[in-house]
């Protein structure tokens, strides 16, 4: 973990430390929700199929799991503030590729360099571990978790509304922009230069088997659909994926300066929360490709849908669950500090397994949608808002559990990586 700053040393604006990194947080969600009600009109506007649009996701969400460790090494090795800045950096020159391109290769590269942002949030978490008191150390990051929902919420409303009639998917890119690049100027001035806590160099070659791991296994996570979940691609990725990661924990071990500890490959305090957060990422994904994919089908077409536009499908549709993660976030600190993290998180999950058990079950009959004067599309009724709102409140809850739990359990000079 980042070893706290001396009381003398700590930031004189913990507030403004504490904003700006929500700030970030809230670019990173901006940027990743952003495209996702856009999918059918990025594929219709550049002529490729569904499934080929889905890799607009896809790229994203592989760089993430690519970089996101490794950033949080380079964090430790080489201090916070540098590698910061170079992510806000990343994000925003990936973000600017995507709104001068016109051809989906690029716009893989473009959104491959937004992914990087993913490790903004343990980068956010180590500096407030390091630069704030134990006293206000847990409602910070519960302020900074919560931002998570509110840049997504932020993201759908503005690609709903600046793409509504078949516009021009490039402009929500802008917000974006704007976003990126007045996070990036207020991060170098407010972010103070402290020396690294770790020490010895990157294990770039755990790094490359990791990320060969984990590409292995979310490759048929995101792209199973559309390869069959018992396809020889499918099956092929997880095999492959069950020898690496294994494999990779054996080269862990035998390095002198491993990427990620063994010590914390063995402590269920560490393996606990950050499973936990990557199957509840993974569950939050595939809410939203569900969704956006079910409402956005013309019925006529395929026998169930509802033919919405990309603005219902944001803000109909996919917003319920932003909101309820923006009003959930900071109160699931409160929560986690009464009946502890753990209880918080199983309340979490069983939140998002009510959700999913709704849209299972209830997602076609007459109840459950109703007529609009906006157009032919259908709204969901009461039961389809409380879907989609419990996956977002379960998925908020769990992000600041696991995220206070991983404060609860102080790895000393390794934050990064846990």
């Known amino acids: 973990m980042s070893r706290a700053a001396d009381p003398g040393q700590r930031s004189p604006r913990p507030a403004v430390l504490v904003a700006v990194l929500a700030l970030g947080t809230t670019a990173l969600s901006l940027m990743q929700s952003l495209v996702v009600p856009l999918l059918p009109t990025i594929g219709a506007q550049l002529g490729v199929s569904p499934n080929a649009a889905g890799w607009v996701l896809t790229a ?39 709104l001068v391109t016109a051809s989906l290769p690029l716009l893989l590269v473009a959104r491959v360099l937004q992914g990087v942002s993913y490790g903004l949030f343990p980068l956010a978490i180590s500096v407030l571990r390091r630069e704030l008191p134990a006293a206000r150390l847990d409602v910070a990051m519960s302020v900074v978790s919560s931002t998570l929902a509110v840049g997504g919420v932020v993201g759908l409303v503005a690609a709903g509304v600046l793409t509504r009639d078949g516009a021009d998917y490039h402009r929500p890119f802008w917000i974006g922009l704007v976003v990126c690049v007045l996070t990036l100027v207020l991060t170098a001035v407010v972010l103070p230069r402290r020396p690294a806590t770790g020490s010895g160099r990157v294990d770039w070659a755990g790094a490359v088997v990791l990320a060969l791991g984990l590409v292995l296994l979310l490759l048929p996570v995101s792209q199973g659909n559309a390869w069959g979940w018992g396809s020889p691609g499918t099956v092929g990725c997880l095999v492959g994926a069950a020898l690496v990661l294994p494999g990779w924990v054996l080269l862990q071990q035998r390095r002198a300066d491993p990427l990620v500890r063994p010590a914390l490959l063995a402590d269920p305090r560490i393996i606990v929360p950050n499973l936990a957060g990557l199957l509840t990422g993974v569950g939050l994904f595939t809410s939203f490709l569900v969704v956006l994919q079910y409402v956005q089908t013309p019925p006529e077409a395929a026998g169930y849908g509802f033919g919405a536009s990309v603005l219902q499908a944001a803000v109909v549709y996919l917003l319920p669950g932003g909101v309820a993660g923006v009003l959930l976030g900071p109160v699931a600190g409160r929560v986690v500090a009464r009946i502890g993290a753990l209880t918080t998180l199983r309340a979490g999950a069983v939140c998002g397994v009510a959700g999913f058990g709704l849209l299972a079950v209830l997602r076609d009959t007459p109840a459950q949608v109703v007529a609009a004067g906006t157009g032919p599309s259908g709204f969901p009724s009461a039961s389809a808002f409380t879907a989609v709102a419990l996956v977002g409140a379960g998925s908020a809850a769990a992000v600041v559990a696991v995220t206070l739990a991983g404060r609860r359990s102080p790895v000393p000079g390794r934050s990064g990586p846990a």
């Open 60 to 98: 994203n969400l592989l760089a993430a799991a690519v970089a996101t460790p490794v950033l949080g090494r380079l964090g430790d090795t080489w201090g916070e503030r540098p590698v910061v800045l170079g992510v806000l950096a990343t994000m925003t020159a990936g973000t600017l590729m995507a």
